[in-house]
């Protein structure tokens, strides 16, 4: 791999735009010398509101069996170079390059819908994950606070919810995180890749610093909030050496869980993360690229459930067998939390309470 003189986006993970497989014709740039400035410039966020009918779904995939997700929005400016959720946005009819951090869709009634489904006497109680796609905590939910509203209708009905983000901005929901903890409602996974600030600006570049992760773990666990670290994605060859480190700060911080995907890079995330790489780091980019491609079976990517997000081959059993160890050391043994569904009463949308 050689490296390119291409414009950088500072702020943004992604470089490009890919073409969206489904669209039939795309744009390209194949004459410089003719156009007055670049096809792709780097914009402004732009806000797509939505009205969606239904806001709870059933992941159907074999190997996170028994979990429901829920998503508040789609596309996220944290900008992650790495992340799974870019390929959605092309049924959306967006390009999941530079458009999945620019172009972000709100769900604005998801609150509301979640308590039509709640007051369902048919629905049963069961852990839904906020958010099984893009981060809830993404930096537009500061100001549209949808994420809490769907707190308050957990805490309200009572029903068990799993969060996972890389935002200190968690910590603004602390009076309702507490009240759900009380009951065992809640769990928080915090999700830190790393203690390297040089490559989190690259990685991750609109997310918390690892320091400031590393705080939300402590506050959560002041207040008694169970929570846990997940080091996700591992990324061989260029922070897979960092799992020690983050487990070991990470349970000083008060952690009682850990867990850990190795990275891949399935449909347009390739040509993004490879494009970023050889931008970015290109004295190691063809070292990185081959040790993915070695703990997928030869690929980027392996699409195989139970596989798909652990890899596999000698490399990967070796990153596996740090987490281990590392994990063991600095843990001890898992976490035995369980999530109260017991306590869900589907009466609470009743008139008079829903006054509250």
Known sequence: MSETKDPYFKGRGSQINTHNKFDRYQYVQEFMEVLDEELVLEQKTEIIYTHPKTIVNKVESPDIPGMYSMNPYQGCEHGCIYCYARNTHEYWGYSAGLDFERKIIVKQNAAEILEKQFSNKNWKASPIMLSGNTDCYQPLERKLEITRRILQVC??????????????????????????????????MVSITGTDESIRMKLEPRTATYKNRFKVLEILSKNKITCGVMIAPVIPGLTNHEIPTVM?????????SAGFTIVRLNGAIGPIFKDWLIKNYPDRADKVWNQISDAHGGNVNDSRYGVRMRG????????????????????????????????????????????F
């Open 155 to 188: 805490l309200k009905f009572k029903h068990p919810v799993a969060i996972i983000t890389k935002n200190a901005l968690v910590l603004r929901d602390l009076d309702i995180l507490t009240e759900m903890a009380k009951e065992n409602l809640v769990h928080v």
């Open 248 to 256: 070991e700060l990470a349970a000083k911080a008060g952690a009682t």
């Open 312 to 355: 596999e081959g000698q490399m990967v059993n070796s990153i596996k067998q740090l987490f281990n160890l590392s994990r063991l050391r600095f843990m001890g043994n898992k976490d035995d939390f369980e999530f109260n569904v017991e306590a869900f009463n589907y009466k609470a949308g009743d008139s008079q309470l829903s006054l």
